[in-house]
Structures are given as C-alpha cells and as structure tokens.
Nanobody, 125 residues
Framework: QVQLVESGGGLVQAGGSLRLSCAASGGTFSSLSMGWFRQAPGKEREFVAAISWSGGTTYYADSVKGRFTISRDNAKNMVYLQMNSLKPEDTAVYYC??????????????????WGQGTQVTVSS
C-alpha cells in the first residue's frame, strides 16, 4: 500500500510560482510512475503532468506545457510540480497519483491506483 501526501499549495498572484511536493511511503517508489492531476470547482478532474519511474520521460497537458515542470527524487521518495507563470485558470485542488502497474507516464486516471488527499492552489488575478 502506497500513501501519498501533497504539500506546497497556497494563494499566489497571477504570474507567480509555486512548487508542489508529494511524499510517498509504503511502497517501492522507484518502481512507480507518478502523475499530477487537478480539479477545479464544478469541473472534472484533469491530467496535468506525469513522469516515468526513472524520471527520464515526462508528459504534460497542453494547458501547462512550458510553464509547469514535473520531477522526482527517488532517493527521497518525492515527486514535485514546479508551477511558473500561474494563471487564475490554474486554480484547483492538485492531486498526486501513483501507478504501480505502469513505469511510463500515463495520462488516464484509470492507470493510477494510489491518490493523495489533494492540496489547494488558488491564483488571484
């Protein structure tokens, strides 16, 4: 069983930056592919970014490409989401997710079997 705990959310002005962190425990972190998803009020949860087990392959939603960077530190069992040039439309609860069955970054929620509780990101205009 893998437990995921996100941190780093908060309130930031448009154009600002935040770095989200996700701490994993209870499993072999280096064998997991990891992803970030987000859910805005009244909307469905959507894919943001994903990273392979080694960190060598990443994938981003078009809406965040060039602004967000996903990374991982397998020695610390951590995955990060660096968010730059934030926009009000980035406001959402951000979730960290882990896939124990895939080593490459996956877009679909169904590939992920472990989820964190989420962290709120609010971008003011």
């Amino acid at each position: 069983q893998v437990q995921l705990v996100e941190s780093g959310g908060g309130l930031v002005q448009a154009g600002g930056s935040l770095r989200l962190s996700c701490a994993a425990s209870g499993g072999t972190f280096s064998s997991l592919s990891m992803g970030w998803f987000r859910q805005a009020p009244g909307k469905e949860r959507e894919f943001v970014a994903a990273i392979s087990w080694s960190g060598g392959t990443t994938y981003y939603a078009d809406s965040v490409k060039g602004r967000f960077t996903i990374s991982r530190d397998n020695a610390k069992n951590m995955v990060y989401l660096q968010m730059n040039s934030l926009k009000p439309e980035d406001t959402a609860v951000y979730y960290c997710a882990a896939s124990s069955t895939r080593r490459m970054p996956m877009v679909g929620e169904g590939f992920y079997d472990y989820w964190g509780q989420g962290t709120q990101v609010t971008v003011s205009s």
